[in-house]
């Protein structure tokens, strides 16, 4: 009897939970009344207010807006949302509906057992197993060698949700700032389901990664004793929503094919734009700091979009160039506010595109995990018979190539100029590291162009142009 009412509760509470969702990114061109906003309430005032974050969900004509010219997106055929699953049966989808309701069990339970609270049923013994494996990982997550994909095994898919929770726990940022702990939750939750986990690589793990290599970097001495609880507030949530609901292609995609998105930020920093305006949707859907001040709360989103926009690999010179001016004329003054927000910036287009500062074993996995989104995208293309985008296209590239490419371009001069700032022992191994990481790839890169005459050309010729364009493992390709 005990067993089927928690069973009951939950249940209920998943429904509840998913049932004021109001959707992710949609790409259903048959329904022509369709037009693409979040809805952050059901009220023609809340409607009204989400036309300054617009991005995802459709509201039909009913609510007084017009339709969608017919034609208007030709390419919206493509349903991203499916670009890279893989086939299933039609047994699965109740699988999955389990493993979802198991995964909110598994989430019910570690949070109390985060908190230290004992937990009186002996019969979720494997629950409590796993759960204190995550809970020992925890206590290393300052570690550089930490292993998400193990982590996020662990808590049966909720690293996100495990990891960001407890480190706003961990810096005291839950009780400063007086977050209601089930809102906190909620909106977590959401972030992670907001993810698109078919993606190989931009999906609710990469996230969490991100997260965990922000937090590494938030502890480093400099950042340490002059960032204030806002400054890593703003850092950590950042962090986790900076990617948050990517469709796995990248910009140059959604503007060849027209996308709505392409035309709603104007083919500037689409994918970035909609990051934060999804993350900001969830804030103000899930009213996380509806008890602060409203000035604060849009300080808030203002400056998280600040961070969140900074990612854009288009603009990785122009951020780049101001980082190394600052090194070079000694005049960062991180008692500074405008200071610090610019150190957290370049702290966030670190912790996204440090995969190749990792060990070789994590490392290799996001490698191919990226490479395998790229070359989704190419088939893709190819099948519209449209020009592939660089580095795409898996009959020209391999991993190795695209890994020395973005290595040698994007990553090397960004994690150079940040040692310049912070050097100290995580620099010298993640610069270490990244050496290492090179010249393996480079071992394989003979073996996999030796078959073509001019094999050696073509990574250079791949990876020059991209240094400003597409060589973006990290971050929303631009």
Known sequence: MGIALIWSIITILVRWIFSKRRGAISYDSSDQTALYI???AVTNKTIKSSFVFTPDVRVRSQVGFEPERRGSHPYLGVDFRTLHSRAESAGSIPARRIRRLFSFQRHLLSSRLLRGAPHLNPLHILDEDYCGQAKCMLEKVGSWNFDIFLFDRLTNGNSLVFLTFHLLSQYGLIELFQLDMVKVRRFLVLVQEDYHNQNPYHNAVHAADVTQAMHCYL???????????FDILLGLLAAA??????????????????????????????LENHHWRSAVGLLRETELFSHLPAED?????????????????????????????????????????????FVLQMALKCADICNPCRPWELSKQWSEKVTEEFFHQGDIEKKLKLEISPLCDSEANTIASVQIGFMTYVVEPLFAEWARFSD?????????????NKASWSTMEPEASG???DGESDPARSSEEPSSRALTQGSPES
């Not at 900076?242 to 503007?255: A, R, S, T, Y």
């Not at 100290?424 to 290492?436: A, D, E, F, I, N």
């Open 38 to 40: 979040r809805m952050l």
């Open 219 to 229: 502890r480093e001495p400099k950042l340490a004793q002059s960032l204030t609880s």
């Open 241 to 270: 929503t900076h990617d948050l609901d990517h469709p796995g292609v990248n910009q140059p995609f959604l503007i060849k094919t027209n996308h709505y998105l392409a035309a709603l930020y104007r083919n500037t920093s689409v």
């Open 297 to 341: 709360s849009l300080s808030i989103e203002r400056q998280l979009g600040s961070l969140i926009l900074a990612t854009d690999i288009s603009r990785q010179n122009e951020y780049l160039s101001r980082f190394r001016t600052h090194l070079d004329e000694n005049d960062l003054n991180l008692g500074n506010a405008s200071h610090r927000h």
């Open 424 to 436: 100290t022992r995580l620099s010298q191994t993640m610069l270490g590291h990244l050496g290492l």
């Open 451 to 453: 078959s073509s005459e």
